[in-house]
Every structure is written in C-alpha cells, then in structure tokens.
C-alpha cells in the first residue's frame, strides 16, 4: 500500500522516527485541498507515542479538506544542516501517513489539548493550563492522526557519522 524506501541504508528506524516526532514543535499537515490541489500548512503538534495532536479553529481551509477526505500526511524536520562547501545539507525528517478525524467527543478533546498543553508549556502549573484552555475552549477545535505509516530518512553523511 506504501512505497519502499528507495535508499534503505538512510532510512531511520521506527524508533528514532518516535524520537523525532516527540522532540519536534512543528511540522507540514498535508490535506487534498480545493480542486485537487495539495494543501500543506504547518502547525504545532503533540505526539503521544501512537498518534499525533493538533489543534485549530473551528472552520477552515484544513477542516473543509479533512471532511472530504480523512487521509493526510505529516512531516517533521529534525535537522537541516546546510553544508555549502558539499553543497548539501545534512538533513533528518519523518513523513507519518494516516487518517485525521475530528475530536467530537469532549473529553478526547480535553485529553488532547492537555497533551499539547504540557508539550508547549511544561514548566507551568496544572491550574494556569487548565485556565489556559478554558479561556479558548469554545472556539477550539482538535484533530487526531491515527498512523498507519512513518519513515524517516537522514542524509547518508550522518549516517556515515554513526558507523
């Protein structure tokens, strides 16, 4: 169903596609927009170990998209280090394929705005996130990305690095 990685020996292992994706602040979402053009707009995120968090308002470009057609794809770049006398950069990204759905149900919706929450402000207090979201809690829209797919890839000279 998903292409193979052309250049296996720069492929990231599922684990280190985990790592990128909890250490990373933003990524690419990518919808099938209006007239069948790609639409990618990026966002801040929180990924929980098994799907991924984002939140939005309540109408949109991204939101008309999602409701045609739930199948997206996020991408996250760990590191794009230009190398000008190589003329390279050695770069670290994943690309997470799935499914995006709508939170409807209020208590996922709390659940996944506490999780994006804590990821941005992780030093604050419960009390001062909790009023936080409240304040912004009815124009707040959340989705969630079931993954079905994740590859990573890093430029061959840091993989190079590691032998």
């Known amino acids: 169903m998903f292409r193979e990685m052309r250049r296996k020996k720069q492929a990231l292992s599922q684990e280190a596609c985990s790592v990128v994706l909890e250490k990373g602040t933003s990524g690419v979402l ?7 053009y790609p639409y990618a707009v990026p966002l801040s995120y929180v990924y929980d170990g098994e799907k991924i968090y984002f939140h939005c308002a309540k109408s ?70 909790q009023k936080a979201i409240d304040k912004e809690w009815a124009p707040l829209c959340m989705l969630e990305m079931a993954i079905e797919h994740m590859t990573g890839k890093e430029a061959i000279e840091l993989v190079k690095a590691r032998q």
Not at 30 to 36: E, I, L, M, P, R
Not at 61 to 87: G, M, R, T, W
Request: hydrophobic fraction near 35%; charge should be negative.
């Open 30 to 36: 990518a919808v099938s927009g209006d007239n069948d």
């Open 60 to 129: 949109g470009h991204k939101l008309d998209a999602i409701q045609k057609n739930q199948k997206v794809s996020f991408c996250v770049i760990d590191q794009d280090q230009i190398v000008p006398e190589e003329y390279t950069s050695y770069f670290r990204s994943v690309i997470a394929f799935g499914t995006i759905r709508i939170l409807e149900d209020q208590q996922e919706k709390r659940n996944a705005i506490e999780k994006l929450a804590f990821k941005y402000a992780p030093e604050d207090n419960a009390e001062n996130r």
